[in-house]
């Protein structure tokens, strides 16, 4: 499964950095870097040069893939900005700010669910971006209620094995692209026991839990503060 998608990705590496050298060698998406491009946007500021200094361009417009950051940012919400990002700029532009849901799960699995009949009708491709919202809602799960508290040694101990989940769920959505059939994909993720949809589920239930308790032992101590200040009165 890792080995598979190490070449899936570097075969999408190869082409995207390809295609952006061929872009960049016609000139196409050439800005001042004081325009502040973004990949697919383009322009975000209005920039008028001074015409005393000298002008510097970029090609952040025509960008469509970060490889290093894809393979090296924390969480699975990130790596999907760095990948195909042109795509992503429109998706987040027109498919995800129109959705016809208020919560950020399903507007994110909405988002996912057009991404996934933009590949295709093979059923992998679905099975694959609906597993995406469930990876987002553990990680938004555990930051606040684990992370979030530990010390600066113990972020950084959370954060590599997020990160090493993270690259071990891509490696599980892969297959969805990889085998395409919906019993395919399925026999495979049944042959390793659902093991990212099951830590998911996990890392979800865990943070509803302590989230939970942390709020009981607020209110607690709110209310103790209460009767303190009650007591004083009297």
Same mark, same amino acid.
């Given at each position: =499964? +890792?080995?598979?998608?190490?070449?899936?990705? =570097?075969?999408?590496? %190869?082409? /995207?950095?390809?295609?952006? %050298?061929?872009?960049?060698?016609?000139?196409?998406?050439?800005?001042?870097?004081?325009?502040?491009?973004?990949?697919?946007?383009?322009?975000?500021?209005?920039?008028?040069?001074?015409?005393?200094?000298?002008?510097?361009?970029?090609?952040?417009?025509?960008?469509?893939?970060?490889?290093?950051?894809?393979?090296?940012?924390?969480?699975?919400?990130?790596? =999907?900005?760095?990948?195909? =990002?042109?795509?992503?700029?429109?998706?987040?532009?027109?498919?995800?700010?129109?959705?016809?849901?208020? %919560?950020? +799960?399903?507007?994110?699995?909405?988002?996912?669910?057009?991404?996934?009949? /933009?590949?295709?009708?093979?059923?992998?491709?679905?099975?694959?971006?609906?597993?995406?919202?469930?990876?987002?809602?553990?990680? +938004? %799960?555990?930051?606040? +209620?684990?992370?979030?508290?530990?010390?600066?040694?113990?972020?950084?101990?959370?954060? /590599?094995?997020?990160?090493?989940?993270?690259?071990?769920?891509?490696?599980?959505?892969?297959?969805?692209?990889?085998?395409?059939?919906?019993?395919?994909?399925?026999?495979? /993720?049944?042959?390793?026991?659902?093991?990212?949809?099951?830590?998911?589920?996990?890392?979800?239930?865990?943070?509803?839990?302590?989230?939970?308790?942390?709020?009981?032992?607020?209110?607690?101590?709110?209310?103790?503060?209460?009767?303190?200040?009650?007591?004083?009165?009297?």
């Amino acid at each position: =499964m +890792t080995a598979v998608f190490f070449v899936f990705r =570097m075969r999408f590496y %190869a082409a /995207w950095c390809s295609a952006e %050298a061929g872009c960049i060698s016609a000139g196409l998406g050439c800005y001042p870097e004081g325009a502040m491009s973004k990949p697919g946007g383009g322009p975000t500021v209005q920039y008028s040069p001074d015409p005393d200094t000298p002008v510097v361009y970029d090609f952040k417009t025509i960008q469509n893939i970060d490889c290093y950051n894809t393979d090296f940012c924390v969480k699975v919400r990130h790596g =999907m900005r760095y990948w195909n =990002m042109s795509v992503q700029w429109w998706l987040h532009h027109y498919v995800y700010a129109n959705a016809p849901f208020k %919560a950020y +799960t399903l507007r994110a699995a909405w988002t996912m669910f057009i991404s996934a009949y /933009w590949h295709g009708l093979h059923a992998g491709y679905y099975l694959s971006f609906l597993t995406i919202p469930l990876c987002i809602g553990a990680e +938004t %799960a555990l930051e606040g +209620t684990v992370r979030a508290k530990l010390g600066p040694m113990g972020q950084n101990i959370f954060d /590599w094995v997020h990160w090493f989940l993270k690259m071990r769920a891509y490696d599980y959505m892969c297959m969805g692209f990889v085998l395409l059939s919906f019993g395919d994909t399925i026999n495979y /993720w049944t042959s390793i026991y659902f093991s990212i949809h099951v830590i998911a589920l996990g890392c979800i239930l865990l943070g509803k839990q302590l989230k939970g308790k942390g709020e009981k032992r607020v209110r607690k101590d709110d209310d103790n503060q209460q009767e303190n200040v009650g007591e004083k009165k009297e």
